[in-house]
Nanobody, 133 residues
Framework: QLQLVESGGGLVQPGGSLRLSCAAS????????IGWFRQAPGKEREGVSC?????????????NYADSVKGRFTISRDNAKNTVYLQMNSLKPEDTGIYYC?????????????????????WGQGTQVTVSS
């Protein structure tokens, strides 16, 4: 089955940047949409960003972002490396949390609600991001 491994987390000062990676093994990511989610202690897990596959869009868009990260985060895909990235700039303390990537396999539909965690088929183990001075 598909396996996902996140990396790139760490401690960064407010205003700094991190690039998270979601590397896949077992299968290629060509047929998967990828979502990034995060969870802070005591808080519900929330959707951060999503990137679609060639045949599956994130709520009708090739990419999507939570309002809180628009303009600061960028999601991208490198199929040659079988990896999805989340570039995070201008980080704020409220960005602190465990970040997870998740994959949704195409099922014949070209649209899905990217914020619906139950729809995703595979999840990584998470990587910790801490934004603090």
């Amino acid at each position: 089955q598909l396996q996902l491994v996140e990396s790139g987390g760490g401690l960064v000062q407010p205003g700094g940047s991190l690039r998270l990676s979601c590397a896949a093994s077992g299968y290629t990511l060509d047929n998967y949409a990828i979502g990034w989610f995060r969870q802070a202690p005591g808080k519900e897990r929330e959707g951060v960003s999503c990137i679609g596959s060639s045949g599956l869009t994130c709520s009708g868009s090739s990419t999507n972002y939570a309002d809180s990260v628009k303009g600061r985060f960028t999601i991208s895909r490198d199929n040659a490396k079988n990896t999805v990235y989340l570039q995070m700039n201008s980080l704020k303390p409220e960005d602190t949390g465990i970040y997870y990537c998740a994959a949704l396999e195409m099922d014949g539909s070209n649209w899905f609600n990217w914020r619906s965690e139950r729809l995703y088929d595979y999840w990584g183990q998470g990587t910790q991001v801490t934004v603090s001075s």
